[in-house]
Every structure is written in structure tokens, then in C-alpha cells.
């Protein structure tokens, strides 16, 4: 009995045991043991995430653009079938989740610490974002966004307080910028290695950039962007570019331009279609050939003609790869359709076939920017081998904003809104700045190209390309057709950049003369975008686009002025 | 299991043999009745034919029982032959069944449903998933494979899923009185085709060792397993674990099975049409090309092929219809050996088992080994103590070709062995052409640019590999302290290491280029689950009227999830994987999460329950449990919830019902009972996400970034409480041939644990807060008729209903919707939504015109699609119906069972793409007229009278236009499993050594019809993409189910 007895205390006092040191014994799990704390947190590597995804935001952006102005394909057919909300998401996380949230953590955190540089780093990427949201969306949740739990669903600010906010930020980013440094430079600045002046340079630079945008609406901005001329501490020197420059490290992590890893990184052929329109522009409008195509496009087969290389060599396999060869173009006679000769094969605005198997015979990205092939006439296809390495290996850059684009907007300002400078000679040196920076490339990135001044850019051929432009512009008869000069220059200089010319089409209807849709019942023109599903389907605040016609705040032309 | 003449042990010296027969009262035999001697230890049993023989004293009394009949004691009185007719008995009373914490309680006084499956019904089956077989078998369970891959993830629901956003509703497995994980450790997210790919740990359990299983389905039945009996809980006991005596002292009973595992469900392919677009023989990857001839058009090889292999240099092939989807796949076969040794004393008893299951799939490269090795026993020991323990361990060793999700495109997120095959051109010579480069081993296909992978090279060069090594078991310990008084100490565990490998060879086509660089990804994961119980049991009676049972105890469980892993890209080597032969490597898996983390968790309990008896006719039982649990804040880590249930059996108590012949049984019960929902841990505590190695510049410097996570935590989580409410009625009427079991519930899930879905533009993706309730509402009957009760014959129908409904409600003003799985954005995707059942499917859909109802198309006379998402769907089936029929004449016995499912939508991709791309025979018509799509108006209301060509409409609407035109109604009728068993009669195995002898006939799935679906697709609904989750009715080339015939033979010794 007296086991008994002692059997059942040792089970009471069991059962109490256990009862009674829960707690203390279960509060260490409460903290994932996979995860730093949050005192982990440092500036530098809250910029660097910054940074990165900077460049993604721009990237995902640049391509937006890219599909309306011609520059890369649009499936279509239609404008409203082009983009699915749901293509938004990547962006819309990007902004709110990745840019603001850790550019306001760390704002205060840097300022703090006298790390101005940070600072005004984290506020410059931010201002551009906020422009480049509004630029795409419209009215998007600025001031309640970015707030946690304790505001789940932020509504949309108007389109012109989130710009003029943004030019606020650049300005406390100017005013951070000149401050003196009282710790080190940012450990990574991807950009311009640490350049205050640099910087400076740019937060100005996209003030003006917003000035111009919003000279339709807002006839203040005039005096603003004569300030800023006057003061003319802008990117006007290449040295100045504001580019995001990749690697040639292929994997883990894939640290090449997206535009190469997606073209000449797989084996099995590029996917991207590029603008036929695009290579009209450059090899067909004018009378002489835009020597920058050889840069910007690499033809992986020169001759598109049946019988000359073996990927083509009879009528059914090539009917099969390239069928629009094969069809009547549903254009009006002078409009490109199809291909270019020679070679240059890419694919009409809106055209949404199925894929023929031609990645190996598509024209694709250049040297520049992307860091691809120079084109000499190779006639072979892009896409690599698992351990080749075609072209400059993917070493490319983003052209954010080039000296030339501050060049061509200071040509708008003074065409249409008189400020300083002369317009003809603006654009010429916005595109002598083009020419430069296209023509040193190669060198900048450490690749060697052909030889052959027959195919390189030559001073004769960049003179001899002035000249023709500056003859067409002084033959021009109008305020409107200088104006389409200069901005089919700029079309032609941003190439990599699809948000200005995008921007550039939807504020002056220029160039006038692009490629239109090629089924023809395309609907009205995406004058902004769908609204990312993340934010429709979860913010009760937020209702869906039923069309592409809304027009942002800056954009008071007419209704289908362009199409 | 039949049992034979068997001599007991306790023979007394004065004896006489005497034989005899037991039936019932219509003559029939009552085969295996027992047959005891009164007072004396032992006996004996009759055998199949109710025959036996004992040698008693001949004044001895024999004590005579048999299942379903009443006990009857017989004075032998000297006679040697002796004919015994029993009388049916009231077996319901004395039902015991195995209840929570492995309690046998008599099952008149339960307040709440159990099921129990029996061995009879899991065992020498083409199927090695316990999972999979329960389907049907017992109402409010629902089953629902993801795939027909042998060893794939495999749904359990049981009375529907009461949480919007806490993970898979799988049920608590308790096997041999301790927790068993069940779960599905998913690495990799859907669009990778981790449910798929990752077996259910379910599946280490060896359907042929499972001696009864218990379903708790309602919250009453579980709540003293605390919260983690919320889904449910499934007692298994096995052969091992659970005490029984032998009729002999050993036996041997051995069991080999031999099935054939085929494709159930391939579609009827076109087989006027071939490869090409526009009625044009081509390379496309559509099947839109021109009508065959006769001769055969000649078309050439590929470029890559050419490349490849010099030989189809200058050649042609036959541009003509290959059966090549058909002959992609194989005959797997599936073989099942296993032993089973069992033994007894007066006061022991042990059991061991071994099974070996080889089952080769039917596709390519599938298959699944189980090893499963066994030992049990139980001692009595002389000092009021008694021990029990089991030993199982468990080998599972599953590879697939990897099956992600697939766009229909042809191109996937990761590379799948189904994608590019369901919906291969006709005119496409896949068996007759090779597949893989002779030189670099690459994959080589009819397209000239090589860009598509050969689905023959991805079953061959893409595996997934998921391999366990398990052990768990128990020991338990008993003092009976006093009479009625006990005390119970039970440790459990179950530890097992799960090995997965993703191997892919470079040269692929499929997935971005670190996938067709080659990949190999490996994970190693020890999970363990440590448990004590220390619980005391009383007994007693209160006067003459009443009796009271009492369990009190404490549980303590610890859960750890250990897991370390690496992705290698860039094979260097081909055909080899060691993370040594490959360039670089990575701790994350292809969509960016984590492959080393560790979960630490320990869930602290206390319970008592008190059941009070009356008269043998009315019950009440009391219980409650409070859990400590660590994944919360100490302010909100303490639950208590309890439950009361009760019964009434008013046979027993009404005098007018007592010796009725319409109405031989019924029991009235009703209950209401709590559970709780703890989060997984780390939930409540903020913390930064770092990356390292994120980009390299051109300089060579590595960046790291640190940045905020995705999930805003949320300190105040508190535990849910789930209410529910069931009352049931058991009876058994018209001289015992109708059993009927009805239960009706409803279960509340309030204040849920919900990961609410916010906007990026709050900066968080997500957070998780105590909102919203979920209320499933459903009914459960089983109702068996005897149709035929006669010596030779036996003809049971049984049909079993499960019927559940859904709601969300209270979700919180500020939610526009949840998203609970699926694709983000345009969808399709699975979504909370309030008023709505639980899980409704929204995607794109086609604008429909206000005026005359129809469908909207666009200026190109396509399908005029949404920019926003709306219901496109509902996936809960309406209700489930199985019936199944069991017919024996002596020692043969037909079984039959029929599963129905009514209605639930399903998003079926391969659906779409291969009415889009032209392959089956549902676009056998003329092509060559123009189509203008039916029943749609244009965008000015006007009747649509916009042409296309066939190929168009069928590729840009009914293929890939708004996700709503390729939602189907999923309603499917299906004969699940047909068995011819026999028993082989014992005079026919009389000179044998063995003591039974049977041979079963049985296949499973041999025949369904989805007859909502396009016709010649033959598509299969039973399958999920979705994986092992909360989330179904989405279909991303799952693949097809399969089809299993055969016949076992098991002979005892």
C-alpha cells in the first residue's frame, strides 16, 4: 500500500510539474531560431535591397513601355487583351513592399546616423518610383500607403499630389546630398560608386523630367525648368549617366541583363520579339542607315530568303518558322510588316500567334545595352550552350536616364515652351551623346568588337547623320513636325528605355508615325494601366480599370489622339 | 481472417470429444462462433462453416457467442453431437469501440459518431495509401488524391475544412495510442509540383497490419487529444499494437498479392487530324494541321534531330496518326509480400509483421517501395502491473518523374513529365524517334529549334525522389491500483528522417536556364514527435442505478522539425548528381524560400472526463482539456475547452420498444464540444530577412541585402476556438437487416487564425489576426439492408451520404477577399469570400451582356474577357454517395463499391489545352468551315456574327480566353473497388499444412464517367494540383489517374 500510495503522489506531483512550468518552458520557442532579429538591421544592407530592387522596378517598367512604343512586341491583339492585371503585381509588390517600405525604414535610420548619403539615395530611387507609378497607373495610394495593419486598405492619392510629392523628395535628397558626411560612404552604391555630386545631378535631372511631363497641365513649370537650365547642374555628360550595370555571372544569381539571360542565355533560341517598327525606324525611314543598329540589334540569320541557310531551306520549313513571310501584309503600302531586310526579323504591333519555332532566327538585343552581340554579320544564333558565352556576356546596362534624354527634353522645353537653349542644337547634341555612348560601349564593358569601320560608328557616319536630321528639321514646316523630329530622335536614342519614349508618346502623340495594330480592331491605346490584381482583388478601396483609355493627370490630349 | 478448429489449452483429464454446429435461426452456419467452457480457460472457435469440435467435460457447459448474436450457455449433458441455433443478439449494446487516448468504451454510451473500418476493408488491396482507401468507406471523410502517381499526396477532410488559411485539415493519426505525423512535407510550392511529387507520411503505414481503425469525426470524439484532434482523428491500431489473443499459440499468416497498375484515363485523339495550324501540316505544338492521307504526306525530320542523329539527314517521315500518348506509358506492376507471426500465452501476447510493396506506376520511372517491419506485445505481469509495446519502422522510397504545375504552354515553371505529353500532336512519331542527344545526352525533339522538351527525356532525366526512413512506437505501462482504479503512463514516438531529392540532367528544356543547366536540389528533414501521457482512470458503480467512468491525465508533446537542404545548378558531368558535380549552389529552392529552417514546438495539455451511466440506457459524459501551447505569447498560450455529450437508448428503456421486432435498436445522441486552433510557431515576433550572395556585380563584389519580411507579425495572436454540435440516431430495425446510422452537425470556426491577404501598398503581403468564422453544417448516414439472409447466401447493401455545406461569415469589414491557394492575380485561384462556401474558385471570366444574358465577344469574335476576377466556381462537391454491395454464397463473396460525387467545379487546364490545341476527338469535325463561337452577342448586344477559323476560337476561347470557359461541373460516378473473394472451404485444404487459405480477385477504379466533361477527354476529376492543402478544383496536368487489378493469396499456417 505504501507504493500505492507513493505511486499516486509521484503522478499528482507529475501533473503539477508539468502544469505549472509551462510557461517559462515554452517562451524560448517563440523566436525563430532560422531568422536574425531585427537588431540585425543595417543600412548598408537595407540600401543594397534598395538598390536591387531599383533596378528590377525599372526593368519590369522598361518593358511596359517597350511593348507600346513599338520596341518589343505587344501579343495583343487587342490593348485590352495586351496585359492582365495580374502582370502588375510584380511591380505593385516591388514599389510598396520592397522600395518604400525599406526606403521610410531606413530614411530616419540614415538621418539619424548622418548617413546623408544613404538618405538621399533612398529618397531619389523613391521619387523616381513614385513618378514612374503615376506615369503607368494614374492615381495610385501614396500618403496612406506603407503603414502596416494600421492601414489595410490605402487609398489612391491624386496623380498630381503623388508628383508633387515626389519633387519635394528629390528636394530633401538635394538638400541631404549636400550635407557633409559625418560616417562612411554606402558600402554598395551600385550606381555611382559613391558620387555625391552625381547624385545631385540626378535628383535635379528628374525634377526636370517631371517638369516637362506636366507641361500640359501645369503652366507653372515653365519658370521651374528655366531655373533649373540656368542652374544647369544636370546629367549632361555621359560620365553622369544614371545606368544600373550588370554582370556576366550566369547563375546563383544570375546577375546578367534580363535581356540577355532571357535571349542568349538558354539554348533553346531567343524568346523576345523585337518591333518590326523599330527596325524600320532605324534602317528604312531615312535614307541612310542608323549606324547605332548594328549595336542595338544582333540578326541571328542575315538573309531571310529560302534556300540561303539550312535553318530555311525549303518553303515548308520556312513557311513554318517565319509565316508572315508567307501572307499579304494587311497594311496600308509604306507600312513595315514582318521583317526588314535584311534579315531583320521581329514581329508587328499586336501580333498574339502562336510561337513558330524561329528562336534561332529572330533578331534580337544588341551589344547595347544589353551586352549581347555586336552584329558583323555573324549569321548564327544567339542563344548559348550551356558554357558558351555568346556576345559581351550579359555585362549590360539600364539606361535610366543617358545625358542625351536631358538633352532632348531641354530641345522640347525650348521648342514648346521657349525655354533657354535652341532646339535644333539641342537634339543634335542629344544625339551626338547617343552616338558616343552607343559607339564606346563596348570598350566601357571590356568586349571587342569587329574591326570593320564599315559596320562600327564612324565621326563620318555620325556627321553624315546629323546632317540628314538637322535637313529634315530645318525643312520641317511646323512647331509640330520639329517637335516629331526631336522626339523621334529621342525614340531612337532610348533604346533599353521604354518609359520615355512611352511617356514622350502619350504626352505629344510623337513619333507620329507608329507601326499600327496589326488586326486593326485594337480599341483605344493603353493611356494608363489595368491596376495590379494585388491591389484590386485585396484593397477594398481600390476598383479595377473597366478600359485603357484613362488618361493620367499630365496627359490632357484628346481621346484615341494616338493609337 | 479465417480461423480453423483450434484446441485450447486448459483440458481437463475426464473428457469427451464432442462436435458441433452453430447457426442462426434460419440455419444458416455462423462461422468462426466461439466456444468457451464455463469456468475453464480456453476453448475453441467453429470455422467458416460454423462446424467444430471440443473435448469437455460432459458436464460441462459451453458458452457459445458469435458476432451479432446473443450469448447463449448449453450444459453438454453428455451428448457428443450437439446443434446450437442462436439467437440474433442485440450486438449494439455490447459494441466496444476504441475512443479517444485509446479507450475502449462501450459504444451505446458515446454522445458521438464513430466509424470504424476494418481489417477486412483496407487489407490486400491494390493499394498501398491507407488514405486512399478509406474513400467512401465511411461518410463525412472525404479523400482526395492529387494525382494518379504511385505515392503522391493524398487530401483527408473529414466533415469538411473549418480553416480558411491554416494549412492541410488532415486529420490526427493516433497509431497504437500515439500521435503519428501525417503530414505532407511539401518543399516547393504548387507551381513546382511539390504536393505532387511529396508523399503524404500517411503512406508509411502498412494497409495489410491494420487490425481496426476508429474515425472521431466530430470535436466531442476528440477533444481530449486537445487541439490537435480538431480535423479529426483516425485510431489505428495495428496488428502489433493491438493485444489479441491468438485462437492458437502461434500463427503464421502470410500474404502475397500480384496487380497490375494501368493509365485509367487517357483521352481519344484525333485520328483525322495531325500536327500543324491553320489545316497545315507543320511543327506547330497544336494539333490544327492537315486532314491524314492515304499515302501518308512526307514530312522531314527536325533540324535538331538532324543535328542530332545524321542518319534522318535527307529523309522523311509518315505524316500520320501515332498512338503516341497511349504507348508513352506503361504496365506497372505492383507486388505486396508480407508475413505475419502472432503468438499468445494466458498472459502475453506478441505479433510481428514484415511487408515488402514494390508498385511500379504506370508511368515511366514511378514507382514506390514500402518496407515495413513490425513487433508488438503485451505482458501481464503478476504484480498489478502490465506493459505494452510497439516497434514499427518503415522504409518509403517514392520517385517520379517531377510533375509541375504546367501552363499548357510547353513551357513550366519546373519540368513536367505530363506537360508537354497529354497533348503531343498526333502526327508526332514520340515512341518511334529518339529522345536524347548520343553526344551531350541532351533532350531532342521534332521542333527545329529544339525548343520543347521530349516528355520520354523528362521521365528519364527529371526525377524526384522522396525516401523515409520512420521509426515510431509506444510503451505503455498500467498499475491497477485498485479495484477500478488505474494508472497509465504511455511514451510515444515517431522519428523519422525524410531524404528528397530533385535531380534534373542538364540539357532539358523546361523551367529558366538554372533548370536545364541541370539541377539537383536535396532536403533532409528529421521530424520527431516525442509524447507522454500519464492519465488515471476510475471506475465505479453509484448504488445499483448508476456507474461512473473517470480519465484524468496530463499529455506533453514536443514537435521538431529539423531541416537542411541545397539547390545545385550547372551539371558539369552529365547524368551524375553530387552536389561536387555542379558549379554553384544555393540554400533556396526554385521560388526563393528557405531550405534549411527549424520548428520547435511543444503543446502541453491537462484533461478529465467523467462519463456517468444509468441503467444501461442513458449516458452523459463531461470533458474538457486546456492546452499550453508555444507558438503563442505567454498572455495567450492557455486554452480550455470542453465538451458534454450524452446518449439514450430508448430499446432499453421503453417497455413497448424492448422486445420489438420493427425496431431491434436505437440510440439518440447529441453533443457539444470545443476544440482549439493554435498558429504555427514564430508568427508573433518580428524579425529581418536577409539574403546573401542576392547579385554579383561586374567587379565580382557579392551584395547581401537585408530586408523587412513579408508578413507583419502580429504579438496579439490568440488561439481559436471551434464550436460544434452534433446529434445522431443508431438503430437497427426489421429483425436486424436495416442498420442505420444518421448524424447531423454543425461546426463554427470563429476568430480564426486568418492569414489575411494585404495589398503590397501597406508594404506587407500579409498578417495574421484573430478574424472571421467558417461554419460547415452537413449530414453523415450509413444505412446497410440485408437483402438476402440464407444458409448459403449473404447480400448486404450498404450506401453510405456525406453531405457538407460551407459558409464564411464575420470576416472583418476592412477584407475585400482571402486568397487560399492557386494562382496569384487573374487567377484561377481559391478565395475565402464572405457569404460564401469556404474555398470558391474566382478567376477572369467572359463579360457577359446584361440584356440577353450571353456571352460577350470582343472585335476578333473571341471571348471578351474580365480585367477583374469574379466567382467562377464552387469545388465542394454537393454531396457524396458510395454504395457498396457484398454478396457471399459460402465461401465466395462479391464486394462491390460505387462512389458518386455530385457536382463541385473544376478548373481543368489540361481540359482547356487540349481542346485549344486540337488533339481529342471532340474537334474531330469538318475545319475547314469558319466558326463563329455560339450563344454570344458582340459588344452593341448584336448577335455575333464575327467568323474565325476553328483553330483561332478553339485556341483563343475555349483554350486560353477567361478562366471561367474552362470550368467544368466535376459530378463523377466511379466503381472504386470490385473484389471476388475466396475462402477456400477447409475440406478442401484438409491434407494441407494450412490452416486458411484464401485467394481475393480485387481492382480498384476500374471504370468512372465525369459526364460533364468535354466527351472524348475522359478526364479523371479526382485529382488535385493544388497538392496536400485545404484548396482543390484546380487542374495543371496532374496527369491521370490509374487503374489496378489482381489477386492476392494468403494462406495461414
Given at each position: ?39 540585425a ?11 536591387l ?13 517597350d ?8 501579343f ?5 487583351n ?18 518604400f ?50 492601414n ?48 545631385t545631378?540626378?535628383a ?10 506636366e ?6 513649370v ?16 555621359s ?35 523585337l ?18 543598329a548594328?549595336?542595338y540589334?544582333?540578326?541571328q ?37 514582318c521583317s ?8 508587328d ?8 519555332p ?24 544567339a542563344?548559348?550552350d ?11 546596362i539600364n ?6 534624354f ?16 535652341d ?9 551626338s ?7 564606346g ?29 538637322r ?17 523621334k ?11 520615355e ?11 507620329n ?51 | ?23 442462426d435461426?434460419?440455419?444458416?452456419p ?14 475453441t ?49 455490447s ?11 462501450d ?43 504511385s505515392g ?8 469538411g ?9 488532415t486529420p ?19 507551381q513546382?509540383?511539390?504536393?505532387i ?20 469525426k ?40 500480384f ?14 487530324y ?8 507543320s ?6 494541321g ?85 513487433l508488438?506485445?503485451?505482458?501481464k ?9 510497439v ?40 515512341m518511334?524517334?529518339p ?8 533532350s ?20 524526384s ?72 482512470t ?37 547524368g ?83 422486445d ?18 493554435f ?33 507583419y ?47 503590397a ?12 468564422s ?50 496569384t ?47 467562377i ?23 462491390m ?8 467545379s ?6 482547356r489545352?487540349?481542346l ?18 455560339p450563344n ?8 455575333n456574327n ?22 467544368y ?13 475466396l475462402?477456400?472451404p ?19 477504379n476500374?471504370?468512372?464517367?465525369a ?7 475522359h ?35
Open positions: 500500500m505504501k507504493f500505492k500510495t507513493s505511486l499516486i503522489k509521484i503522478s499528482l506531483a507529475a501533473v503539477v510539474l508539468i502544469s505549472t512550468s509551462c510557461n517559462k518552458q515554452l517562451n524560448p520557442l517563440l523566436t525563430d531560431p532560422s531568422q536574425p532579429t531585427p537588431a538591421a543595417d543600412n548598408d544592407l537595407y540600401l543594397n535591397n534598395l538598390q530592387n531599383f533596378k528590377s522596378f525599372y526593368q519590369n517598367a522598361s518593358d511596359l513601355g511593348q507600346l512604343v513599338r520596341y518589343e512586341t505587344m495583343g491583339p487587342t490593348y485590352f495586351a496585359f492582365t492585371p495580374s502582370s502588375f503585381d510584380g511591380l505593385w509588390n516591388t514599389t510598396y513592399k520592397s522600395i517600405l525599406t526606403a521610410n525604414t531606413m530614411i530616419p535610420l540614415a538621418e539619424n546616423k548622418s548617413q546623408f548619403l544613404h538618405a538621399g539615395i533612398a529618397q531619389t530611387l523613391k521619387a523616381y518610383t513614385m513618378i514612374t507609378m503615376v506615369d503607368l497607373f494614374g492615381d495610385v495610394p501614396y500618403s496612406e500607403a506603407v503603414q502596416g495593419v494600421a489595410t486598405n490605402p487609398k489612391a492619392d491624386p496623380a498630381a499630389a503623388v508628383y508633387d510629392s515626389a519633387i519635394a523628395m528629390l528636394d530633401s535628397a538635394i538638400t541631404n546630398f549636400g550635407k557633409t558626411l559625418s560616417t562612411g560612404l554606402p558600402s554598395n552604391d551600385l550606381f555611382y560608386g559613391g558620387k555625391k555630386a552625381a547624385w545631378k540626378l535635379k535631372t528628374l525634377k526636370l523630367k517631371a517638369y516637362v511631363q507641361r500640359l497641365v501645369n503652366t507653372t515653365t519658370a521651374k525648368i528655366s531655373a533649373l537650365l540656368t542652374e544647369n547642374d544636370l546629367i549632361n555628360a560620365a553622369d549617366d544614371f545606368v544600373f550595370s550588370y554582370g556576366t555571372k550566369a547563375v546563383s544569381p544570375d546577375s546578367r541583363h534580363p535581356h540577355y539571360s532571357g535571349n542568349y542565355g538558354a539554348n533553346t533560341g531567343t524568346s523576345d520579339y518591333g518590326t517598327y523599330f527596325f524600320w525606324s532605324l534602317l528604312k525611314e531615312k535614307s541612310i542607315v542608323d549606324p547605332r548594328r549595336y540589334l544582333y540578326r540569320i542575315t538573309d531571310l530568303t529560302v534556300g540561303n541557310d539550312s535553318r530555311l531551306k525549303d518553303v515548308t520549313t520556312a513557311q513554318f518558322a517565319i509565316p508572315c513571310l508567307y501572307r499579304t501584309s494587311p497594311y496600308p503600302a509604306g507600312t513595315c510588316y526588314v531586310s535584311p534579315g531583320y526579323l521581329g514581329r504591333h499586336g501580333n498574339n500567334e502562336g510561337t513558330p524561329d528562336g534561332a532566327l529572330k533578331t534580337t538585343w544588341g551589344i547595347y545595352p544589353v551586352g549581347g552581340e555586336f552584329d558583323a554579320n555573324q549569321n548564327t544564333p542563344g548559348t550551356n558554357n558558351q558565352v555568346h556576345g559581351a556576356g550579359g555585362n549590360g539606361p535610366i536616364w543617358m545625358s542625351s536631358t538633352y532632348f527634353l531641354k530641345a522640347e522645353a525650348a521648342l514648346m515652351l521657349s525655354t533657354a537653349g532646339p535644333e542644337a539641342l537634339m543634335e547634341t542629344g544625339i551623346r547617343s552616338f558616343s555612348t552607343v559607339a560601349f563596348n570598350t566601357k564593358i571590356g568586349y571587342s568588337i569587329s574591326s570593320d569601320t564599315n559596320l562600327l560608328i564612324t565621326p563620318t557616319k555620325t556627321a553624315n547623320y546629323i546632317s540628314y536630321v535637313g529634315k528639321y530645318n525643312a520641317a514646316a511646323s512647331t509640330d513636325e520639329k517637335l516629331n523630329i526631336i522626339e530622335e529621342f525614340y531612337l536614342s532610348a533604346w533599353g528605355n521604354g518609359l519614349p512611352y511617356n514622350t508618346y502619350r504626352r505629344t502623340g510623337k513619333p508615325n507608329m507601326q499600327p495594330v496589326l488586326n486593326g480592331n485594337a480599341g483605344a491605346f493603353i493611356r494608363s494601366f489595368f491596376y495590379a490584381s494585388v491591389y484590386v482583388n485585396f484593397n477594398k478601396n481600390a476598383t479595377q480599370k473597366t478600359g485603357t483609355e484613362t488618361q493620367v493627370f499630365w496627359d490632357n490630349n484628346p481621346a484615341n489622339f494616338i493609337q | 481472417m479465417g480461423i480453423l478448429l483450434l484446441i485450447g489449452n486448459g483440458l481437463l483429464a475426464q473428457t469427451t470429444e464432442v462436435t458441433g454446429k452453430v447457426t435461426p434460419s440455419g444458416s455462423i462461422p468462426n462462433a466461439s466456444v468457451r467452457i464455463k469456468g475453464v480457460r480456453g476453448g472457435s467453429a470455422d467458416a462453416n460454423g462446424n467444430f469440435k471440443i473435448k469437455v467435460a460432459p458436464t460441462a457447459v459451453l458458452i457459445i457467442s458469435g458476432v451479432g448474436f446473443e450469448v447463449t450457455e448449453i450444459p453438454v449433458s453428455g451428448r457428443t453431437t450437439l446443434t446450437l441455433s442462436l439467437k440474433p443478439g442485440n450486438s449494439a449494446l459494441e466496444v469501440v476504441v475512443t479517444a487516448l485509446g479507450r475502449e468504451k459504444k451505446k454510451a458515446l454522445g458521438y459518431a464513430v466509424t470504424s473500418v476494418k481489417a477486412k476493408d483496407v487489407e490486400l488491396r491494390p493499394e498501398g495509401d491507407i488514405g486512399r482507401l478509406l474513400n467512401g468507406k465511411a461518410p463525412g471523410v472525404n479523400v482526395l488524391a492529387s494525382s494518379g502517381i503522391s499526396g493524398t487530401n483527408i477532410t473529414i466533415r475544412v473549418s480553416t480558411i488559411t491554416g494549412g492541410a485539415s490526427l493519426f493516433v497509431v497504437d495510442g500515439v500521435p503519428f505525423d501525417g503530414g505532407t512535407n511539401v518543399n516547393s510550392s504548387f513546382y509540383g511539390g504536393g511529387s511529396t508523399s503524404s507520411r500517411f503512406l508509411d503505414l502498412d494497409p495489410n497490419n491494420i487490425e481496426s481503425m476508429n474515425i472521431l466530430g470535436l466531442a470524439a476528440s477533444v481530449l487529444y486537445g487541439e490537435a484532434g480538431r480535423n479529426g482523428v483516425i485510431v489505428v491500431t495495428t496488428k502489433n499494437g493491438s493485444g489479441r489473443h491468438t485462437p492458437k499459440k502461434m500463427e503464421i499468416t502470410g500474404t502475397q498479392s496487380f497490375i497498375n494501368h493509365v485509367a484515363n487517357l483521352p481519344d485523339y484525333t485520328h483525322r495531325g500536327g500543324g495550324f491553320d489545316l497545315a501540316p511543327a506547330a505544338f497544336s494539333n490544327w492537315a486532314e491524314f492521307t492515304n499515302p501518308p504526306l512526307q514530312m522531314p525530320y527536325s533540324a535538331s534531330l538532324q543535328a542530332a542523329y545524321p542518319q534522318y539527314v535527307g529523309k522523311t517521315q509518315d505524316y500520320k496518326f501515332y498512338n503516341s500518348v497511349h504507348d508513352f506509358f506503361r504496365t506497372g506492376r505492383i507486388s505486396t509480400s508480407s508475413i505475419n507471426v502472432s503468438s499468445s500465452g494466458p498472459n502475453t501476447t506478441f505479433n510481428a509483421n514484415y511487408s515488402y510493396m514494390d508498385d511500379q506506376g504506370f508511368t515511366p520511372n514511378n514507382r514506390l517501395f514500402k518496407n515495413n517491419f513490425g508488438g506485445g503485451t505482458a505481469l503478476a504484480n498489478h502491473f502490465s506493459a505494452n509495446a516497434l514499427n519502422f518503415a522504409i518509403t522510397d517514392m520517385q517520379t518523374p517531377t510533375v509541375g504545375a504546367n501552363g499548357g504552354g510547353g513551357s513550366a515553371d519546373v519540368a513536367s513529365v505530363f506537360g508537354n505529353l497529354i497533348f503531343t500532336p498526333t502526327s508526332i512519331n514520340l518511334g524517334l529522345y536524347q542527344n548520343p553526344v551531350d545526352g541532351s531532342v525533339y521534332y521542333r527545329g529549334t529544339n525548343d520543347i522538351e521530349n516528355p520520354r527525356w523528362a521521365a528519364n532525366n527529371n526525377l525522389n522522396d525516401k523515409t526512413y520512420r521509426t515510431y512506437g509506444t510503451l505503455g505501462l498500467k498499475y491497477d491500483l485498485m479495484k477500478g482504479l488505474s494508472i497509465n503512463y504511455r511514451f510515444g514516438v515517431d522519428i523519422y528522417s525524410e531524404y528528397q531529392t530533385l535531380s534534373v540532367n542538364k540539357g532539358g528544356k523546361q523551367g529558366d536556364n538554372t533548370y536545364r543547366t541541370g539541377t539537383y536540389r536535396t532536403m533532409d528533414g528529421l521530424n520527431t514527435i516525442l509524447n507522454h501521457n500519464l492519465s488515471v476510475y471506475a465505479t458503480t453509484l448504488g445499483n442505478d448508476f456507474s461512473l467512468n473517470v480519465d484524468a491525465g496530463a499529455d506533453y508533446r514536443r514537435d521538431t522539425y529539423n531541416q537542411s537542404g541545397m539547390r545545385s545548378n550547372q551539371q558539369l558531368v552529365f551524375l548528381f553530387d552536389h561536387s558535380n555542379f558549379i554553384s549552389h544555393d540554400t533556396k529552392d526554385e521560388g526563393g524560400y528557405d531550405l534549411d529552417y527549424k520548428i520547435d514546438k511543444i503543446r502541453e495539455g491537462i484533461y478529465a472526463q467523467a462519463a456517468l451511466g444509468y441503467k444501461e440506457f442513458a449516458y452523459l459524459t463531461v470533458s474538457g482539456r486546456n492546452d499550453w501551447v508555444s507558438t503563442l505569447e505567454p498572455e495567450n498560450r492557455k486554452k480550455l475547452y470542453p465538451s458534454i455529450s450524452g446518449s439514450f437508448i430508448p430499446t432499453q428503456a421503453l417497455d413497448f420498444l424492448k420489438s421486432k420493427t425496431v431491434n435498436y436505437l440510440k439518440l445522441r447529441a453533443g457539444y464540444a470545443t476544440s482549439a486552433h498558429p504555427d510557431p514564430y508568427r508573433t515576433r518580428t524579425y529581418l530577412s536577409v539574403l546573401t550572395n542576392a547579385y554579383v556585380d561586374k567587379n565580382g563584389n557579392v551584395i547581401n541585402v537585408g530586408s523587412i519580411p513579408d508578413r507579425p502580429n504579438p496579439n495572436l490568440k488561439p481559436e476556438l471551434i464550436r460544434e454540435l452534433e446529434a445522431g440516431i443508431e438503430g437497427r430495425f426489421f429483425d436486424n437487416r436495416i442498420t442505420l446510422d444518421l448524424t447531423a452537425y454543425t461546426r463554427t470556426a470563429k476568430d480564426q487564425l486568418l492569414d489575411r491577404n494585404l495589398d501598398s501597406t508594404g506587407y503581403g500579409s498578417t495574421q489576426i484573430n478574424a472571421g467558417v461554419t460547415n453544417k452537413g449530414i453523415e448516414a450509413s444505412l446497410t439492408f440485408t437483402v438476402i439472409r440464407s444458409q448459403d447466401w449473404h447480400w448486404d447493401l450498404t450506401g453510405n451520404f456525406t453531405l457538407n455545406r460551407s459558409k464564411v461569415h464575420d470576416l472583418p469589414s476592412d477584407i475585400k477577399q482571402i486568397q487560399t491557394s492557386g494562382y492575380g487573374g487567377g484561377p485561384g481559391t478565395f475565402a469570400l464572405e457569404g460564401k462556401p469556404l474555398g470558391i474558385l474566382l478567376g477572369s471570366y467572359a463579360q457577359v451582356d446584361a440584356k440577353s444574358g450571353k456571352k460577350i465577344v470582343d472585335d476578333n469574335g473571341y471571348y471578351l474577357g474580365s480585367s477583374d476576377i469574379g466567382i466556381g464552387d469545388p465542394n462537391a454537393k454531396y457524396n454517395l458510395t454504395g457498396i454491395s457484398t454478396l457471399s454464397w459460402k465461401w465466395i463473396s462479391l464486394r463499391q460505387w462512389d458518386y460525387t455530385h457536382g463541385g473544376m478548373w481543368s487546364n489540361t481540359v489545352t487540349m485549344a490545341r486540337g488533339v481529342t476527338r471532340d474537334t474531330d469535325f469538318d475545319r475547314k468551315l469558319p466558326f463563329i463561337l454570344t452577342v458582340k459588344q452593341d448586344g448584336t448577335p464575327i467568323q474565325q477559323s476553328v483553330d483561332n476560337i478553339f485556341f483563343n476561347s475555349y483554350g486560353f480566353g477567361p478562366s471561367s470557359i474552362a470550368v461541373d466535376a459530378t463523377v460516378i466511379r466503381l472504386r473497388e470490385l473484389s471476388l473473394a475462402s477456400l477447409a475440406k478442401l485444404i484438409k491434407n494441407t499444412p494450412f490452416g486458411t487459405a484464401s485467394l481475393n480477385f480485387s481492382g480498384s476500374l471504370w468512372y464517367l459526364p460533364n466533361f468535354p466527351k472524348y477527354t478526364f479523371d476529376p479526382e485529382s488535385n494540383s493544388l497538392g496536400v492543402g485545404n484548396a482543390k478544383g484546380i487542374d495543371l496536368f496532374a496527369g491521370p489517374s490509374s487503374r489496378r487489378f489482381g489477386a492476392s493469396l494468403r494462406l495461414t499456417f
